[in-house]
């Protein structure tokens, strides 16, 4: 089972920052690891991806140049910085881990809550 610790949510101005963290259990280096986001009324939504290697990263277009997907597989944790938010990046951010071989594997973390707003 994979287990995900997921922090760094919060309230903050506009054009302001956050860096979310995301700490999983297992493999961490084998899996792709994503950051979704969900705002009120709305559907489940990929942010930024990056590969198990880190080699390759992947945006949302609405994101691109303000957020930024790394990890750490020494510490298995993945991080979003999230700069020059706006209040349409409002929504619970939810932390994404998948393995394909075969077939794909997800799991999902619980989510943190980001309110962009003055």
């Known amino acids: 089972q994979v287990r995900f610790v997921e922090s760094g949510g919060g309230l903050v101005q506009p054009g302001g920052s956050l860096r979310l963290s995301c700490a999983v259990s297992?493999?961490?280096?084998?899996?792709?690891m994503s950051w979704y986001r969900q705002a009120p009324g709305k559907e489940r939504e990929l942010v930024a991806r990056?590969?198990?290697?880190?080699?390759?990263?992947d945006y949302a277009d609405s994101v691109k140049g303000r957020f930024t997907i790394s990890r750490d597989n020494a510490k298995n944790t993945v991080y979003l910085q999230m700069n020059s938010l706006k209040p349409e990046d409002t929504a619970v951010y939810y932390c994404?881990?998948?393995?394909?071989?075969?077939?794909?594997?997800?799991?999902w973390g619980q989510g943190t809550q980001v309110t962009v707003s003055s």
């Open positions: 990056i590969l198990s290697t880190g080699g390759r990263t």
């Open positions: 297992g493999a961490f280096s084998i899996y792709a």
């Open positions: 994404n881990a998948e393995w394909t071989f075969g077939r794909s594997y997800e799991w």
